[in-house]
Nanobody
């Protein structure tokens, strides 16, 4: 498995921006599809975004489309989540996840399909 460490979370006012980073170690992420999920208190883990192993395909949850952008730099073994126009309802712990590339075009968007997870980083958006 690949080890993942998120950073970049914090407190921001509504309408502001943050960029989360997910640094991988142990294995190169060029062999992995990557994703971001979030979990707010008392709620289930929610899909935020995913990116294919090559970076050529991206997917977003409905609640973040048009505001968040996932990207990756395989040379730096890092995945990013640029979050703009943040809303109080974006407040959650954000988790990075990795799923091994299987050779198919399928890019997972459900948590059960990811086998490596980071410890999470807190994002708090004040109104």
């Amino acid at each position: 498995q690949v080890q993942l460490v998120e950073s970049g979370g914090g407190l921001v006012q509504a309408g502001g921006s943050l960029r989360l980073s997910c640094a991988a170690s142990g294995r190169t992420i060029s062999n992995y599809n990557m994703g971001w999920f979030r979990q707010a208190p008392g709620k289930e883990r929610e899909f935020v975004a995913a990116i294919s192993w090559s970076g050529g395909r991206t997917y977003y949850g409905d609640s973040v489309k048009g505001r968040f952008t996932i990207s990756r730099d395989n040379a730096k073994n890092t995945v990013y989540l640029q979050m703009n126009s943040l809303k109080p309802e974006d407040t959650a712990v954000y988790y990075c996840a990795a799923a091994p590339y299987s050779g198919s075009r399928y890019v997972p968007t459900i948590a059960a399909d990811f086998d490596s997870w980071g410890q999470g980083t807190q994002v708090t958006v004040s109104s």
